[in-house]
């Protein structure tokens, strides 16, 4: 059986107009994989540092060993994004999704992220004043693609991660990495 290790480590987003952000990731697969260790999913803690820059630091890390039968469903990273306010409340702010690169090494990739938008002005108000934004009911639909086209979007900020993959046996098991 082929086998995938996931090290690495959530760095930052920017571009994003709300300035206390943190982060919900999962890594998402398809059923020829299995967890043999780790955590597929998780969340940052609330970055409140931000000055002028408009990055969000996170430092959170990612640790995951898969094992899988074949590549279908090649694993994903999905993200969300999050904005807090003084009160305690969240909403979301950003979503997107990156699959995870089919070599060996160190990578650093960039996801761009989305936000659901509205065509009321009412809403688009609320939204500036930072006390709320538009949520997506199920959130497969952020990965998968399914009924995305029904959504009105706006394109929003991007997240920052840096993996080390480490792949084991898939030479064994016919598949070539180049």
Same mark, same amino acid.
């Given at each position: 059986m082929a086998e995938l290790h996931i090290l690495g480590e959530l760095c930052h987003a920017s571009h994003f107009e709300e300035p206390n952000l943190f982060c919900k990731w999962s890594v998402q697969f398809g059923s020829s994989w299995k967890v043999?260790?780790?955590h597929c999913e998780g969340q940052s803690a609330a970055s409140t540092t931000r000055v002028d820059t408009r +990055?969000?630091?996170f430092g959170t890390p990612l640790d995951l060993h898969l094992?899988? +039968?074949g590549i279908q469903g090649w694993p994903k990273l999905h993200v969300e994004l999050f904005a807090l306010n003084s009160f305690d409340n969240y909403w979301p702010v950003g979503y997107g999704f990156a699959f995870l690169p089919t070599q060996p090494g160190l990578h650093r990739i960039r996801v761009a992220t989305w936000k659901v938008s509205s065509a009321k002005f009412v809403d688009t108000v609320r939204e500036k004043f930072h006390t709320g934004g538009f949520t997506v009911a199920k959130s497969d639909i952020v990965f998968s693609g399914i009924e995305r086209y029904k959504l009105l979007t706006k394109s929003a900020g991007s997240v920052e991660v840096e993996l080390m993959l480490i792949f084991k046996n898939f030479a064994e098991n016919g598949v070539e990495l180049r």
């Open positions: 043999i260790e780790g +990055r969000s630091h094992a899988c +039968r």
